[in-house]
């Protein structure tokens, strides 16, 4: 820093406490409110120290044996069917911009700019400008309530195959000539040099489309219709139908925690990767 | 930048390209056709025929007065968001910026909110408007404000915007710290010797520089309004009361979805689609320009 005020440094750690108090403070009252009974979060105004009912509601959740409206379907699987969308998207969504990276880079073929702007051009058609026509496809290849139609229209992406496409055009081409010359074949020099290379970009893409995979929202709501194949952030929106007081805040409260606990723990440990990822792509 | 090094096949780049064009062909393009198709198509009310209509969807759509308060709902909300969203980021990005120890654990603490989904910060924040049992609702009617979003319009607009903002910040954050750590320190410390303090080196040197990354926050920011927030909206205040926040991506599902007007929804998401273009463009054209400098 150039000059030091007491003052100014005050001030500095003052704002960003206040910042780090509102961003938190959403959360924290949520975490409270699933430590207690529904009960005593309908009294006004609601405590603000935690209870002692943590564990009973986070039981009660996860294995469903809360009784009410919503849901039927235990937290707990709604959690799996979450997890397993969002490693099958971002596993995926990595694979296939990989190999896509890969051809548009390393090969010389009649097509090539236009296939790398079929892809890039994806980019301008999100989920929601086009959820009817996507909607009636699924339907149509029988791919409702299935994992297959939670993840596979979602597995394009433009941004991952444009940050590979960038990061191999860095590789040096001695390594390409290298490999060529002892012999070599494309797919392995593919899997035994380039694939090693981006073990870095892999991660930090990771991170980015795991986080994207989870909290998907408007499409598991069209494609999916029966309880058992909604993803946790989904299911929540079935917990909050009735009223103020009809609802038991404490168990939605704690459903939102677990909710957002996995993707924030990805960002937290491995904040390294995802900040780089984040701050690459995008650029 | 060209390969020199090249590997020579003729079907293995289409192999390896074909599961990401098939992707693409069957839920990206066939699906965004086919909504060109259906928007210039009018449906009997129960499915079973339709007729070839031009442009009379879109010739309705705008003649539409709900459709023309959504427009004008979704630019109010995008440039609400955009704007706290980017002011607030830049300020607490600004003092990180200044920060000598704890910058790491400040960062740690701002950054997580991107983690939490947009639905579930709606939830988030919901529970804390709620009217009649949230802690916020309870404390502004101590002070003698009466709060209930379900009825007030503009209640309701102002708890979608926190919410959206609340989970928006960590991201432009990030961004601004990366481009107020990329300022040559030199400039700074030159601009202190000419006698600057820190609001006029803010003012005429930090944020000057910053502005391709204010741009490109601003881009993202707007798009993000613009699709992204459907889960805050759905999670929260369903588009009412009225149609008060019925934002534009809203409105596409509520028309296609629940009202079952397929030619309505068509034609929305073909103007939908050609914002998306617009935008992309502009962000486009302006990294182009960038690259220059």
């Given at each position: 820093m150039v000059e030091r005020?007491?003052?100014?440094?005050?001030?500095?750690?003052?704002?960003?406490?206040l910042g780090v108090l509102i961003v938190a403070f959403p959360v924290y009252v949520a975490f409270i409110a699933s430590t207690h009974t529904a009960d005593a979060i309908v009294q006004v105004p609601m405590p603000l120290t935690p209870g002692n009912e943590m564990l009973a509601n986070y039981s009660a959740v996860l294995t469903g044996?809360?009784?009410?409206?919503?849901?039927?379907?235990?937290?707990?699987?709604?959690?799996?069917?979450s997890l397993v969308s969002a490693v099958v998207i971002a596993v995926g969504k990595i694979a296939i911009s990989l190999l896509s990276a890969f051809a548009i880079v390393y090969f010389r073929f009649p097509g090539r700019t236009l296939c790398f702007w079929a892809i890039f051009?994806?980019?301008?058609?999100?989920?929601?400008?086009?959820?009817?026509?996507?909607y009636q496809v699924v339907s149509d290849l029988g791919m409702l309530n299935t994992y297959a139609g939670l993840t596979i229209p979602l597995i394009a992406s433009a941004t991952a195959t444009f940050l590979f496409r960038q990061f191999f055009k860095t590789v040096p081409d001695e390594l390409a000539e290298a490999a060529r010359i002892d012999g070599a074949g494309p797919m392995r020099f593919f899997f035994t040099i380039l694939l090693p290379l981006s073990v870095t970009n892999i991660a930090a893409m990771f991170v980015i489309q795991f986080i994207y995979g989870w909290n998907q929202y408007l499409w598991p709501l069209l494609v999916t219709t029966e309880e058992r194949m909604y993803p946790v952030v989904m299911g929540i929106r079935s917990m909050i139908a009735g009223g103020d007081a009809v609802n038991e805040w404490n168990l939605i409260m704690a459903t939102a925690i677990l909710a957002m606990l996995p993707p924030a723990l990805v960002v937290l440990l491995m904040q390294r990767w995802f900040v780089k990822g984040l701050v690459d792509t995008e650029k | 930048m060209e390969k020199r090094a090249v590997f020579r096949s003729r079907w293995l780049?289409?192999?390896?390209?074909?599961?990401?064009?098939a992707v693409v062909g069957v839920f990206f393009f066939w699906p965004a056709a086919q909504a060109l198709y259906q928007s210039a198509q009018l449906q009997d009310a129960f499915g079973t025929s339709s007729e070839f209509v031009g442009l009379e969807n879109f010739r309705r759509l705008f003649a539409d007065e709900t459709y023309i308060a959504s427009f004008r709902t979704t630019a109010i909300f995008s440039v609400l968001v955009a704007g706290f969203g980017l002011a607030i980021a830049l300020l607490l990005a600004t003092y990180a910026d200044?920060?000598?120890?704890?910058?790491?654990?400040?960062?740690?603490?701002?950054?997580?909110?991107?983690?939490?989904?947009?639905?579930?910060?709606?939830v988030l924040w919901l529970f804390l408007f709620a009217?009649?049992?949230?802690?916020?609702?309870?404390?502004?009617?101590q002070l003698g404000y009466e709060w209930n979003f379900l009825l007030d319009g503009t209640q309701a607009m102002s708890l979608i915007v926190m919410a959206a903002v609340w989970k928006q910040v960590s991201y432009n954050f990030l961004f601004f710290l990366a481009g107020l750590q990329s300022i040559p320190r030199s400039l700074i410390e030159a601009a202190a010797i000419d006698g600057a303090g820190p609001w006029r080196r803010f003012r005429t040197v930090v944020f000057p520089l910053l502005s391709p990354t204010t741009f490109f926050l601003l881009v993202i920011n707007i798009v993000y309004a613009f699709f992204d927030t459907f889960a805050i909206v759905d999670a929260t205040t369903k588009g009412g009361p009225g149609k008060d926040t019925a934002i534009l991506v809203y409105k596409v599902y509520?028309?296609?979805f629940k009202g079952m007007d397929l030619g309505s929804s068509a034609a929305q998401s073909v103007v939908l689609m050609a914002i998306v273009i617009a935008l992309t463009v502009v962000q486009f054209r302006y990294i182009e320009r960038r690259v220059q400098y």
């Open positions: 005020r007491s003052a100014l440094t005050a001030l500095t750690h003052l704002i960003l406490a044996s809360a009784k009410g409206a919503g849901a039927a379907v235990p937290v707990g699987r709604m959690m799996w069917v051009i994806t980019l301008m058609l999100p989920v929601e400008v086009r959820i009817g026509p996507t | 780049p289409w192999a390896l390209l074909a599961p990401q064009l200044r920060v000598l120890r704890g910058a790491l654990a400040y960062r740690t603490l701002l950054i997580w909110p991107y983690a939490v989904a947009p639905a579930v910060a709606g009217p009649a049992i949230g802690i916020v609702s309870f404390a502004l009617r509520y028309d296609g």
